[in-house]
């Protein structure tokens, strides 16, 4: 990067693991992968124009969606492969201090509450499970309450009232099923995760998926029982009532569960920067956390 006065984005924090395994990584605006350690803490960043990163600059870019989704991409690139090679605390969108040595006295000042967060995120993955309700899929939709007779002589504005009773009727019915299904899919997975968080809702236009989504949540598992918990999925999924579905994704890094007491606060050349909570997760990889945190 040449001219003008640099900073330091901060993907995530993690402890020290060789270089070499990030060499060839690029992050946002396709600026190489650093490590910054301090003592058994390190920061992956990289060093971006500030002039980009101010805090003025940055309110403007992130009410530009497309940015933003170009960013999550890269951040979440760079989270996700440094998760291959050590335990990794990700933090949100547009971290960003004024250099190295604020990155290294923020490690310093954080250093028992970074390194309790990833002693306990260690070892562990997230599942995002959800659950939908499409009340035009159920299979215990009332079909036509009166004969075809009965049909034929009805006037248009009674056949309407009808279908709109018959309508209502399957709307409320697998709204109590969906209902019923939450609570059974949450009692049964809760006994095989560490954690759950509750995310809002998605709504249909921002996921893309049939019907309502009801349950938007991510567990907090040990690696070793993901299939476990996939075939408590898989049970849930055989006994879902019609017009119900769950949806489950993952293995994640535990955005999730990277608390926001846990991380520090970004810095910018004019005050804090961190942009919204984990803007776009899963913008390059799924539905997933989001959902979202940190």
Known sequence: MSGGESAAYVYALTRPFPAGAVRELRGVGEHPVRLVAEDDLVAVTSAVPLREYDEDALKAKLEDLDWLEAVARAHNRVVDEVARHAVTLP?????????DDRVREMLRDGRHRFGAALSRLAGRVEWGVK????????????????????????????????RRREQRQRRDDTWEQATGLVREVDEALRGLAEAREQHRPQHVRLTGERG????NAAYLVPAERSQPFLDAVARLRERAPGGTRIEVSGPWVPYSFASVADEPAAETAGGAAGGPADAGRRAGAGGGPSEGAP
């Open 212 to 215: 309502e989504n009801v349950l």
């Open 91 to 99: 933090l949100r969108l547009a971290t960003v201090y004024r250099g």
């Open 131 to 162: 659950v939908y309700a499409d009340p035009a899929a159920s299979s215990s939709a009332p079909g036509p309450s009166g004969t075809p007779q009965t049909e034929a002589r009805e006037s248009p504005g009674k056949a309407y009232l009808r």
